[in-house]
């Protein structure tokens, strides 16, 4: 039955969508008997008298009720269908926890099928088995060739010794694939969510926290592009003719106050401990990918760089997440914490309707963004002091804004809890949103390959002699990243707030050191 | 003709007359109509020959290769080292400044992050500039730095050739600038501009990427040639008779910038041979790298002229004030801080012996009022 034909030949793509054939020729099975039990079976030739492999018919019966659902339409990889690197996914927990991996699956309305990837892994288990079994044999045979034989009884063993090295090719063979099937479809699982989070669609989202109320104007109120013009700030004009829509140019004041607002984030969040860094802009495809992202997916936010494997970054998030990747830290130095400064880019594909112009949504920006690398025990801990920091931060320049715990539906993959905070944007007339606060514990730490090792030895073992100390197995980190600027947004937020009745515009006080001491962006008094 | 009064012979004879020069011979319509597309076929063959042409050259620029550059102006000389000369890789080694390890892991070779003092000294470098040159009357920009491809061609590059600096965008005409000059030329584009509007002088911020395909030799390790950097790039627009004259304004303003941050440094008046085929004049400055060993000098920036061979192509005009017909503007750019090359100055230049690195004095307000990066002391 369909074992041999299901993998030999077959791509992982074709392997979801042909029919498991009703008989083939399946030569290299020499040694695998049919039991009595596999009745679907019977077209296996019977050569080997070793026992049957009935976890394997087992997995090949269920493929024949796979093959009917449709694949999983959530693509991690490449266009071969065969992932570039692999997730180090804990399949047995996912196997243990099926239940509850399957209920956040629902409530987070991911297109994951779990039963998919139960079943590969099954699949996976049962040919790994065989694999060990199989080798066992060889080894077996092996020794046997090492002492005296006959030389009919030599003559024999050379060749199930053949036999079994051809079976043990073509299992290893299947394993592969399957290995790569799984990991495909397991990426596409979700990371699991926090206990507290609301269950839901974006109107679930609950309100942690507000602070301060929309300002009252006694005039009427401009939005930030009316602003800008008035005030010669920005040029969307210029920037459509030599780029495209959604560029823009910063001009006078506004690039002013673009470099205050870093410069001044940056010092803030390095006063609490975090290391700035400036990162490459240009990455390669899979960091992107680790990071939970889908660079080549048909709406994605990844621009591509033509003839490589690059991509620009949408986000800090994913040059910082990559500077530890394939590691294994040693416990003492966690946590790790950034401040990155960088440009982002964004294709926006598929952002439609409303406040998408002026600033709102731009293809490129300047943002300063927080990443800790931690203990698993602590990510709640350090989740909790980031919305504290971005909180500080925006009231110290007089916003209004509220909290939001995101709902289960708007978390995203990587996400296991995700504060997002909105301010008040009266040009826009409504809450607007500024920054993002993730807590993705292990789920990028697997892709990314970011361990690290627990300090502790064994206080109380007898040290054994002349050994060395046991080393604690590593274990994940937790990654989180949250926004501490996005300046196009904050810049909305400052010139729409900050106006004056005469058109000018109020420097918050943080800024104005940063500025030349500028306290106010006054109209400018045009010639002709 | 036909729309006059003819007698019918004299028609007739005019039109036989066009027929005989007729290529198709049939009527006058088609000899139009084939006529009109030679006049295509051959205003586009025109084009693409005429764009090779360079820009003509300053009398005073000499002729040859890169040994005939002429030097204008020395500043300084190399500093005196009482120990030996750390280049800035293991400065910034030492000093925990740079990650090109874990940055080829994520980006690839001759990309870089900066840490700690470097990330505060880019920004300090960065934004002492602007102010500087912004209080000589530049307008500060912060530009697109993905640009549809017939910009970055209208500035004089070749984006699609072979060894082509610039990174495309996979499935679109756009690619990411290797320079402000372009976003900053594209301003303009397709317009007419007031005289009293002139001269419009820009001082503009971004991010530059460069594939540097075709970058050979040595100097590529470390911040010599990068993928990715900042750069403040100043950009003047004026009257053709005033062009010279900005071009030396320019290059005394990058002069003085780099003299206010203590670097040893020769103006270069690049020979004929490098000119690259937008300029018609253009001042190279080299400062003293000391990690360079024996070759010493490694170019900071660079001042052209291009008269009007961007605006020809961009199509910036300008109307003089007494209404007669409009003229090309002349456009020039100018590098007032390439970062990480001014980063290698700074922190080769001012290294001491206990592996410390002295902050110029006009940095230190934009860094918080710090004077030197010390080292770090690691734990364990």
Not at chain 2, 198 to 209: N, Q
């Amino acid at each position: 039955m369909g074992l041999h034909s299901y993998f030999g030949g077959a791509t992982i793509q074709t392997l979801k969508m042909a029919a498991v054939p009703a008989s083939a020729s399946y030569s290299r099975f020499v040694f695998s008997p049919i039991s009595r039990n596999l009745v679907a079976l019977d077209s296996f030739p019977r050569h080997s008298p070793s026992p049957p492999f009935p976890l394997l018919a087992r997995a090949v019966s269920m493929a024949a009720a796979v093959q009917t659902t449709p694949p999983s339409s959530e693509d991690i990889g490449t266009a071969t269908g065969k992932p570039q690197w692999k997730a180090a996914i804990d399949f047995k927990w996912i196997r243990d926890n099926r239940e509850a991996v399957a209920e956040n699956i629902r409530k987070r309305n991911s297109k994951a099928s779990l039963e998919l990837v139960l079943e590969l892994y099954e699949k996976m288990l049962a040919v790994q088995k065989e694999v060990e079994r199989l080798r066992g044999e060889r080894n077996a045979v092996a020794n046997m060739m090492k002492g005296k034989l006959e030389p009919s009884e030599r003559l024999k063993f050379i060749e199930k010794g053949k036999n079994l090295k051809e079976a043990l090719a073509s299992f290893e063979e299947d394993l592969v694939k399957l290995s790569d099937e799984l990991q495909q479809e397991a990426q596409s699982i979700p990371n699991m969510t926090h206990p507290d989070v609301p269950i839901g669609g974006e109107d679930s989202s609950a309100v942690r926290k507000k602070v301060g109320s929309p300002r009252e104007f006694s005039f009427s109120v401009k939005d930030h592009l009316q602003l800008g013009k008035e005030l010669d700030l920005f040029d969307f004009d210029a920037a459509a003719e030599v780029s495209g829509s959604k560029f823009y140019y910063l001009k006078n004041e506004a690039v002013l106050l673009e470099m205050a607002l870093v410069n001044w984030t940056l010092s803030q969040v390095m006063q609490k401990g975090f290391t700035p860094l400036i990162t490459p802009e240009i990455v390669r495809s899979s960091i992107v990918e680790k990071c939970g992202f889908q660079p080549r997916g048909d709406n994605t936010q990844a621009y591509s760089i033509e003839g490589s494997d690059q991509c620009l970054i949408g986000t800090a998030e994913i040059p910082v997440g990559g500077v530890h990747m394939d590691s294994i830290l040693a416990e003492t130095v966690l946590p790790l914490k950034y401040a990155a400064f960088s440009h982002c880019f964004r294709t926006e594909a598929g952002a439609a309707g409303l406040a998408t112009r002026g600033l709102y949504r731009v293809h490129q920006f300047s943002k300063v963004e927080m990443f800790v690398l931690c203990r698993p025990d602590e990510s709640d801990t350090y989740h909790e002091e980031l919305i504290t920091i971005e909180e500080d931060l925006f009231s110290s320049l007089g916003l209004h804004y509220k909290t939001l715990d995101m709902a289960s539906e708007d978390l995203g993959a990587p996400a296991y809890r995700k504060f997002d905070v909105e301010a008040w944007m009266p040009g826009l007339g409504r809450y607007g949103e500024i920054s993002s606060a993730s807590n993705c514990t292990d789920y990028q730490s697997r892709r990314l390959g970011i361990r690290y090792r627990p300090a502790e030895l064994a206080a109380s073992t007898n040290p054994k002699k002349g050994g060395k100390g046991n080393l604690a197995p590593t274990k994940f980190v937790h990654t989180l990243n949250a926004t501490a600027c996005a300046v196009p947004r904050m810049m909305i937020c400052l010139l729409e707030n900050n106006q004056q009745e005469d058109g000018s515009v109020i420097i918050p006080e943080p800024l104005r050191p940063f500025m030349g001491g500028m306290e106010v962006i006054l109209p400018k008094h045009h010639t002709g | 003709m036909m729309k006059g009064k003819l007698e019918p012979s004299e028609r007739l004879k005019f039109i036989e007359k066009v027929l005989n020069h007729s290529a198709s011979g049939k009527n006058l319509k088609e000899a139009l109509a084939s006529f009109e597309e030679d006049l295509v076929k051959l205003s586009d063959e025109l084009q693409q020959e005429a764009q090779s042409i360079p820009n003509m050259t300053h009398p005073d620029v000499p002729i040859g290769g890169e040994d005939s550059s002429a030097v204008r102006k020395k500043v300084g000389s190399p500093r005196e080292f009482s120990f030996s000369v750390k280049d800035h890789l293991q400065l910034g080694k030492e000093l925990d400044l740079f990650d090109f390890d874990a940055a080829a892991e994520v980006s690839g070779s001759k990309f870089y992050y900066l840490k700690n003092e470097a990330v505060l000294l880019e920004m300090a470098l960065v934004n002492w500039t602007l102010s500087q040159v912004m209080q000589k009357g530049f307008t500060p920009l912060i530009t697109p730095e993905i640009v549809r491809s017939s910009i970055v061609e209208k500035c004089g590059f070749q984006p699609r050739g072979d060894n082509t600096q610039a990174y495309s965008i996979e499935g679109s005409d756009q690619c990411l600038i290797g320079t402000a000059e372009i976003p900053v030329g594209g301003v303009h584009m397709d317009s007419i501009l007031a005289e009293t509007v002139l001269p419009l002088k820009y001082a503009a911020f971004s991010h530059c990427f460069r594939t540097e395909a075709g970058a050979a030799g040595l100097a590529t390790r470390g911040l010599y040639r990068v993928h990715q950097f900042s750069k403040v790039e100043m950009f003047v627009l004026c009257r053709p008779d005033e062009s010279d004259t900005y071009h030396e304004e320019l290059i005394t303003i990058e002069e003085d910038l780099f003299s206010s941050l203590g670097l040893h440094y020769k103006t270069l008046d690049m020979a004929s041979e490098d000119l690259g085929a937008p300029a018609y004049r253009k001042f190279d400055v080299e400062a003293w790298m000391p990690g360079l060993g024996r070759y010493g000098e490694w170019q900071i920036s660079s001042a052209s002229n291009c008269t009007d061979y961007q605006s020809r192509r961009l199509g910036i005009r300008y109307r003089p004030a007494e209404l007669a017909a409009s003229k090309f503007v002349h456009t020039l750019n100018a590098t007032a801080c390439a970062v990480p090359r001014m980063m290698i100055c700074l922190l080769e230049n001012n290294q001491q012996e206990d592996g410390s690195v002295i902050i110029p004095e006009p940095l230190r307000p934009f860094m918080g009022g710090m004077e030197v990066i010390l080292p770090k002391h690691h734990t364990g």
